[in-house]
């Protein structure tokens, strides 16, 4: 089956540092990918959609210039959080799409997530 | 806007017993359905899908009806075992493939 990673698994960093998060697929081509966001007991929220080759877009309320996405690949999108903050600190979950759009095959694939946490 | 509610968990069960775990939603238009699973450790794996109303999406012994009158899609086995113990998320798409809005979880403890 489709595989997506995600590194690193966990992360701890000083407040006002950037982080970067990697999701990757490893078996498989993603134009699109995106980047949820799990606080603890709560549902995923999807922060952003990521194509390749251009722009993320971002949902509302979501700041572009903190988390900046980049999808420089078929295969790799990166989620970095810049001048993280203690209330930063939460679960970064990616998924990767694939299968023909629009069609019972299109589904998404989910990387196994990154913790990170902002002293 | 749309969103999903699901059972409050933990669930909690003996092996063999059977599972339901609710799950509605609200959504303008007609909307695909999904059940996600998140074992330990693991990422969200897809468990069963159902694209329109009367739909029956099933996997692994899991169970799930598309009703549309009631705007459910509640979840079922009929027999759960160690191994099924997870996190349960139900999920829609307004636009297939693209933009899941989840439910909060559902966690399943299972009992030997």
């Known amino acids: 089956g489709a595989v997506v990673s995600q590194h690193p698994s966990w992360v701890i960093c000083k407040s006002g540092t950037s982080v970067k998060i990697e999701c990757r697929s490893l078996?498989?081509?993603?134009?699109?990918m995106f980047w949820y966001r799990q606080f603890p007991k709560q549902s995923l929220m999807l922060m952003a959609t990521s194509n390749e080759g251009s722009k993320a877009t971002y949902e509302q309320g979501v700041e572009k210039d903190k988390f900046l996405i980049n999808h420089a690949s078929l295969t790799l999108s990166t989620l970095t959080v810049t001048s993280a903050h203690p209330e930063d600190s939460s679960f970064y979950i990616c998924s990767a799409r694939v299968g023909g759009f629009g069609s019972f095959t299109d589904t998404q694939y989910f990387g196994p997530g990154t913790r990170l946490t902002v002293l | 806007g749309n969103s999903v509610t699901q059972m409050e968990g933990p669930v909690t069960l003996s092996e063999e017993a059977f599972l339901t775990i609710n799950c509605t939603y609200t959504?303008?238009?007609?909307?695909?359905l999904f059940w996600y699973v998140q074992y330990p450790g693991e990422g969200l794996q897809l468990l069963l899908k159902a694209t329109k109303a009367d739909d029956k999406g099933s996997n692994k012994g899991f169970e799930a009806t598309y009703r549309k009158e009631t705007t459910s899609f509640h979840l079922e086995k009929g027999s759960v075992q160690v191994s099924d113990s997870a996190v349960y998320f139900c999920a829609l798409s307004m636009e297939y493939g693209n933009k899941l809005v989840f439910g909060a979880g559902t966690i399943l403890r299972v009992k030997s």
């Open positions: 959504a303008t238009g007609y909307p695909s």
């Open positions: 078996d498989f081509q993603a134009t699109t």
